[in-house]
């Protein structure tokens, strides 16, 4: 029988995070849900725990080096060297303009985001390495790519393209690959409530995507268990957008004139 895997989620408490760790945890690794937010890393512990598999709760602060440090020796010491860390914690931020943009909000929103992801990464790299190799997914997004007003959420995700093909080129020579994935609109906890509250218009979303639908939580956690997986051995250094086609539609139906636009 091989040995069961040992999975960190940061973010694990909500979202894409969630159903990342119940994702892994249904294939049978033992998955650490890390999370600022206690109640919801519990909670998602007992949901694994109830659908079978094997879970423990952890608290991290990924704006926290020591938080961080903690959380990779903490783990190392009562579970096991990790071999799969997705980078799941991470914050929204409000639309923003140059002039007007609070900088305590900016730097916040790295911090958590792109710093965060950075520390995490350069927590467990060394710990995967010795172990023989591993695999790491950050959460990058489709303002990486695409110009939205988010002045520090978009540039923090550019970065974290970046930072996963530069981890990919040093990582990979000592075995640990290192993949992002572009969650297009996610129809999160969060992001159903924004949608109740009035605040976003799924009918937009839709419309936006080539294939004219939101994509589940299940759907990034699918694309983010393929990357971990042995399937995914040669693929290192992609950022993968599961976004139901938004990239490519985005551009497409601006196009002036062209009748297969849906504008
Ligand atoms: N939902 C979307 O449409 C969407 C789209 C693109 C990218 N993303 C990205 O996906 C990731 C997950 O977002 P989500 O939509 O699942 O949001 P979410 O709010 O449901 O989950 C984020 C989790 O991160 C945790 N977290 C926040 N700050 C933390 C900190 N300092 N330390 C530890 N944990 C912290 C929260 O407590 C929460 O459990 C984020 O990086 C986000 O930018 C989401």
């Known amino acids: 029988m091989s040995e069961q895997r040992i999975a960190v989620?940061?973010?694990?408490?909500?979202?894409?995070g969630r159903a990342t760790a119940r994702r892994l945890a249904a294939d049978g690794d033992l998955v650490v849900v890390a999370d600022v937010n206690d109640a919801g890393?519990?909670?998602v512990v007992d949901e694994i725990v109830a659908a079978g598999g094997d879970a423990r709760a952890w608290h991290v602060d990924v704006a926290q080096e020591d938080s961080i440090r903690a959380l990779a020796e903490g783990v190392t010491a009562a579970v096991g060297m990790p071999s799969v860390l997705v980078n799941s914690a991470g914050v929204l931020q409000n639309l923003s303009l140059l002039e007007t943009f609070?900088?305590?909000e900016h730097d916040r929103v790295w911090a958590?985001?792109?710093r965060g992801t950075y520390l995490c990464c350069r927590a467990f790299a060394e710990t995967m390495a010795e172990r023989g190799g591993g695999a790491i997914v950050n959460i990058s997004s489709t303002s990486s790519v695409a110009a939205f007003p988010l002045l520090a959420y978009g540039p923090g995700k550019a970065a974290i393209n970046q930072l996963t093909a530069i981890l990919a080129a040093e990582l990979?020579?000592?075995?640990v690959r290192v993949n992002a994935v572009i969650p297009?609109?996610?129809l999160t906890e969060q992001m159903r409530s924004r949608i109740d509250?009035?605040?976003?218009d799924p009918s937009v979303m839709h419309a936006q995507s080539a294939l004219g639908c939101m994509v589940r939580p299940e759907d990034i956690a699918d694309g983010i268990a393929f990357l971990c997986s042995p399937a995914a051995r040669m693929v290192t250094g992609v950022a993968l957008p599961i976004d139901a086609g938004w990239l490519a539609s985005v551009t497409y139906n601006q196009y002036p004139g062209w009748p297969g636009g849906k504008r």
Do not use: C, E, F, K
């Open 9 to 16: 989620v940061t973010g694990g408490g909500s979202g894409i």
């Open 41 to 43: 890393a519990a909670r």
């Open 102 to 104: 609070d900088l305590a």
């Open 112 to 114: 958590i985001n792109y």
């Open 172 to 175: 990979g020579p000592r075995g």
């Open 184 to 186: 297009g609109y996610v």
């Open 197 to 200: 509250a009035g605040l976003r």
